[in-house]
């Protein structure tokens, strides 16, 4: 009974830290977000990445589709796209492309302030994501391009409901998804807890050990790469907060890890959702995969040529 109480309050104590350090960082940055999207932030971010979508093979509309999902979540981004006529005419590669764009960068405003109280600073992170995306996705059309593959008219399987964009329909929308990431919480933390009693932890790290090398990313983050990657940045960076804030990982994995979530997350929800737009498994999956693992395996062979001081005035916080 004692070690059953015992393992209560550890639990409850985690959980109270992750949601604390969470929800301290996404309440300020969400409203935020919404009053520079009433003064049409949102707007004058299309127009600046509208020129750019040029280089991925998409029209400019797309630019706003892109600053949407930015600024706020793939979900908004969705949303905006199936407001464009021009996405009527687009092909499924085309789509691919567009998909890889979002996936890569979105959410940033909450994300890249996860990243910085993990102890990355936002110049690297906003760089890697928006200057990665946009590198994948002209990688995406060159490949598709020259191959000729995908180049059929894309084909809409679902279409969204319509939205309430009242002031009281968007607090309503956000105290449900506060609600669900609590509860992804308290279920996560349980369930790390309970794996790690059981030895599952430690037999993750050896089957996951020679990945790891590859990458360049230390034994201490595999757990919460793997929470971030399958379940969300949110999600395995507050689990990053938590472990850096207590000493146990090094900056330099820090940093490697965050890396790779911020181009590979929640692998099963956001691809699930791109593939609603019509976008081919082939680059939103596989492709992503084998661009973020060359990526960050060359960043952490980087980072190792650099001096501690080059890190902590460029990469990491103090």
């Not at 995306?133 to 995406?140: N, R, V």
Request: net charge positive.
């Amino acid at each position: 009974m004692a070690a059953i109480q015992q393992f209560l309050r550890e639990l409850f104590v985690e959980i109270r830290t992750v949601s604390f350090t969470l929800f301290k960082i996404m309440i300020p940055v969400i409203i935020a977000v919404k009053v520079l999207e009433l003064l049409g932030g949102v707007e004058l971010l299309g127009q600046v990445l509208g020129p750019l979508m040029g280089l991925v093979g998409l029209p400019e509309s797309m630019g706003l589709v892109w600053a949407a999902t930015m600024a706020s979540n793939i979900y908004a981004g969705m949303v905006v796209f199936f407001t464009q006529p021009q996405q009527e005419a687009l092909t499924v590669a085309q789509v691919t492309v567009l998909a890889g764009l979002m996936l890569m960068a979105h959410g940033l405003p909450i994300e890249a302030r996860i990243a910085q109280k993990a102890g990355v600073r936002l110049g690297p992170t906003l760089l890697l994501r928006i200057g990665g995306g946009l590198l994948f996705g002209w990688l995406l059309h060159l490949i598709y391009g020259q191959g000729g593959w995908l180049a059929q008219p894309n084909e809409l399987i679902w279409r969204p409901e319509a939205v309430d964009t009242s002031l009281s329909g968007w607090l309503l929308m956000q105290a449900k998804s506060l609600l669900m990431v609590q509860l992804v919480i308290v279920a996560l933390l349980t369930a790390l807890k309970i794996l790690r009693l059981l030895g599952v932890e430690r037999l993750m790290f050896w089957l996951l050990q020679p990945l790891l090398k590859l990458l360049g990313i230390g034994h201490q983050a595999t757990t919460i790469t793997i929470v971030g990657v399958t379940l969300g940045l949110s999600f395995g960076g507050g689990l990053l907060i938590k472990e850096a804030q207590a000493g146990h990982i090094s900056k330099r994995d820090i940093f490697a890890s965050m890396a790779f979530l911020g181009l590979c997350h929640s692998l099963i929800e956001d691809t699930l959702l791109v593939m609603l737009l019509g976008a081919h498994l082939s680059g939103i999956l596989w492709a992503r995969l084998a661009f973020t693992l060359l990526v960050i395996a060359l960043i952490t062979r980087w980072m190792d040529c650099r001096s501690d001081a080059f890190h902590q005035r460029f990469l990491v916080n103090r």
